[in-house]
Structures are given as structure tokens and as C-alpha cells.
């Protein structure tokens, strides 16, 4: 047994680098415009008042707060991963129901929109 060689396995250097970082999932200038125009009317009526972005690999999410230390009252999320079946698009409430799913945006912003009220 004195004889025997023991076996040496190199060791490469794996790179974060070597790999291209996955993009991140982001709300485009038209989504954001339409989704800030629901929120300033929002706010204008003292329903809303305030709001956090988050982008990760994976959705983007717009939350939505009636008090900045509350947890949000909506969240709108943006998942590309569900676009060919349910729909990228979805408001989820703060207990985490699904309000609405759906591909476009606007039919989606609808379930937050309040109705005219009569004086």
C-alpha cells in the first residue's frame, strides 16, 4: 500500500462571470405610466400613499400602501413565466389573494379602480 499514489483531483475556478447574469424582470415606460396614473388619481383621493418597486429575476412587483409601515394593501406583479398561460400580469390583495390575472394591463388595473361615486 506504501506505493499507491493518491488520486489529486484539480480544482477550476468557477466564475460568476463566466455565466451571463440573468436579466432582471422590470416594468417597461408604458406599464409604469399606466400604472402610476391609477396610483396619483389614488392618491389625489386619500385612498393611497405610498409605494415600493421591487425587481428580481424572476417578477417585478409594485406595492401599494395606504400607510408607509403597513404591509401593502396591493400588490401589481409582473411574471413573464405565466404569459402563455394565465396571463404576466396580476393583482394580488394584501391576505394574498389573486385579485385578477391577465395578460394586459389595463383590464387587470380595472379591479383597483373605484367606482364614480354619487353625491
Do not use: N
Not at 389614488?42 to 401599494?64: P, Q
Not at 406583479?77 to 394580488?92: I, M, S
Request: glycine letters at 6%.
Amino acid at each position: 500500500m506504501g506505493d499507491v499514489e493518491p488520486i489529486s483531483f484539480s480544482r477550476r475556478a468557477v466564475h460568476a462571470s463566466a455565466a451571463p447574469a440573468p436579466a432582471r424582470v422590470t416594468f417597461d415606460r408604458r406599464e409604469l405610466d399606466r400604472i402610476l396614473d391609477l396610483y396619483g388619481r389614488m392618491v389625489a383621493l386619500g385612498e393611497w400613499r405610498d409605494y415600493a418597486i421591487d425587481f428580481t429575476r424572476d417578477k417585478a412587483v409594485f406595492s401599494i400602501f395606504r400607510r408607509a409601515l403597513d404591509v401593502p394593501l396591493y400588490r401589481i406583479e409582473k411574471d413573464p413565466r405565466l404569459a402563455r398561460r394565465q396571463g404576466a400580469y396580476a393583482v394580488v390583495s394584501q391576505t394574498g389573494l389573486i385579485l385578477k390575472r391577465g395578460h394586459e394591463l389595463p383590464r387587470i388595473l380595472s379591479v383597483l379602480e373605484k367606482p364614480l361615486r354619487t353625491i
